[in-house]
């Protein structure tokens, strides 16, 4: 398992598959986010969109699991936050999302001696490469305090 | 129809209310965010959290799925993006979400005179007023484009 410590600013991943149905996008939309064009396809062909998307709430959710399932080395505590999520272009029926990572940044908690915070690029991309999400997300990471302690024999 | 024209910096609304099952949570968690503290009530005890807490993104879907419900009267064109995303306390089984909602900023779009961005604060907070979720929603909203046409002959 990897702690906070172990977490290296620039440590870039490549990862995961998640392909997206159109009864996948109906049966949430009807759930979280009923809007014509993520309910209906006649609706959508006369949207903006030009035929049915998945709510952009459902692809950040796609990130997620695609995260659990492929992050598992990381001693998470839970998310903090995101910041600068954009919808960059919707996804469609059939579409399938891989997703690119790059450390941002760490600090430790103020605080809390036993956690720190990791930021944590993440892009959601199609089979050719087009980018539909980008956020950055903040994790609380546990530390290692086994072997901080050693350096800090104060701090205990 | 309320178009970009007719949204007020400073507008606040408080609306809606969705009570979350324990079921409910579990059903999320297994199809996008499979964590322990989110799928197993047992785990979930002995987590950071001391019990089964819904994924941060379903709390958002909910915090989407009241704002559909209830700001009916906007003309908007689907959703840019977030920013300052923050989970403030998780979401339990039996709790239920309110949102209080502020315009905090519109601008016109630079590339296109049929629409502008409205950014509205979102916080969602349960019955005893414990805020769960906050974020700047920027939504893409439809301009007046008669109204703006007479007030501007040229840009036709």
Same sequence: chains 1, 2.
């Avoid at 809007?35 to 459902?58: C, N, R, Y």
């Avoid at 999520?85 to 891989?98: A, E, I, K, Q």
């Avoid at 600090?107 to 720190?116: F, L, T």
Wanted: net charge negative.
């Amino acid at each position: 398992m990897r702690f906070y410590e172990d977490i290296t600013v620039g440590d870039r991943r490549e990862f995961g598959e998640f392909r997206i149905t159109k009864d996948e996008i109906i049966e949430f939309a009807r759930k979280y986010d009923p809007q014509p064009f993520h309910l209906d396809e006649e609706a959508a062909e006369g949207s903006m969109f030009g035929g049915l998307v998945a709510s952009g709430w459902q692809t950040a959710a796609i990130c997620m699991r695609l995260t659990v399932e492929n992050i598992t080395d990381v001693a998470t505590l839970g998310g903090l936050g995101v910041d600068n999520l954009r919808w960059h272009t919707p996804l469609r029926p059939g579409d399938t999302v891989h997703l690119r990572t790059e450390v941002l940044d760490k600090r430790p908690s103020e605080s809390r001696d036993d956690r720190g915070y990791v930021t944590r690029q993440v892009e959601g991309v199609t089979d050719d490469g087009t980018r539909v999400i980008s956020y950055e997300g903040i994790e609380i990471v546990r530390r290692d305090i086994g072997a901080d302690s050693e350096t800090r024999p104060n701090s205990v």
